[in-house]
């Protein structure tokens, strides 16, 4: 599925001038426009079962009482939804996913897909697809920013360097939730830096990625940056009020 990015910037608003960020298709070529092809299964080759589903039935498939492979299915047909350029259709369906968020039922997904062994990298694919483009339509994460950010953390240190396909959806969405502090937390904590960096300036192991995963990775870490410097000089401020109070 096109994966769009938004670009956000620490304002939390889309910086006009950053371009959307693109994923490279699974196992296809880069993609040389703002969005890129949605992962696909094996079963989904021929096309989406649930491609004439309304998004009440696609939004129920995601229910987490529901067996695996169907929220798998679900995950699969959103994320082939989101990838379709706006429509007036789609801006109705867009609208009716800001008001019933699906990121939850997204995360949850993406954990258990993350916990199987081995980690099933077509899942956390589409989840993250859906979660990039869901983003970049400023679909509110609620109150997942903090588990959003701690699984995307835990993807980009623990995908091979080879799973570029992954890699680019782990950044796209990684990327375009950067605006968020609790997700540039769960990157810092989680030691991502060094990682980030190898893959924005393409250095072993990464030398593999694309010019999408590079910028991804690059627009990341110049938001940590901001949010750090943000936060040094929220520091500096206090000390020098404390100094100002005993004069």
């Known amino acids: 599925v096109p994966v769009r990015e938004a670009g956000h910037t620490l304002s939390h608003t889309r910086d006009s001038s950053s371009p959307m960020a693109e994923v490279a298709p699974a196992g296809g070529a880069s993609a040389a426009?703002?969005?890129?092809?949605?992962?696909?299964?094996?079963?989904?080759?021929?096309?989406?079962?649930?491609?004439?589903?309304?998004?009440?039935?696609?939004?129920?498939?995601?229910?987490?009482?529901?067996?695996?492979?169907?929220?798998?299915?679900?995950?699969?047909?959103?994320?082939?939804?989101?990838?379709?350029?706006?429509?007036?259709?789609?801006?109705?369906?867009?609208?009716?996913?800001?008001?019933?968020?699906?990121?939850?039922?997204?995360?949850?997904?993406?954990?258990e897909a993350e916990?199987?062994?081995?980690?099933?990298?077509?899942?956390?694919?589409?989840?993250?697809?859906?979660?990039?483009?869901?983003?970049?339509?400023?679909?509110?994460?609620?109150?997942?920013?903090?588990?959003?950010?701690?699984?995307?953390a835990r993807a980009i240190v623990r995908t091979a360097p080879s799973e570029t396909a992954l890699l680019g959806y782990t950044l796209a969405a990684t990327f375009n939730l950067s605006a968020s502090l609790e997700v540039l937390a769960a990157l810092d904590e989680e030691g991502c830096t060094p990682t980030l960096q190898a893959i924005a300036g393409k250095k072993a192991p990464h030398t593999l990625v694309d010019e999408a995963c590079r910028r991804n990775a690059k627009g990341t870490l110049a938001n940590l940056r901001r949010a750090k410097l943000k936060a040094a000089a929220k520091l500096t401020g206090r000390a020098k009020l404390r100094e100002a109070t005993k004069l």
């Open 33 to 111: 426009t703002s969005s890129a092809a949605t992962p696909r299964s094996a079963s989904a080759a021929g096309g989406s079962k649930s491609g004439g589903a309304s998004i009440s039935e696609l939004l129920g498939a995601l229910d987490v009482s529901n067996p695996f492979r169907v929220r798998q299915r679900g995950a699969h047909a959103l994320a082939a939804l989101l990838a379709h350029e706006d429509t007036p259709t789609l801006v109705a369906t867009i609208e009716h996913l800001r008001m019933n968020s699906p990121i939850r039922e997204l995360v949850l997904l993406g954990t």
């Open 115 to 152: 916990e199987k062994q081995p980690a099933d990298s077509l899942t956390l694919q589409l989840v993250f697809s859906c979660i990039a483009n869901l983003a970049a339509r400023l679909v509110p994460v609620l109150d997942t920013a903090q588990a959003i950010g701690q699984l995307l």
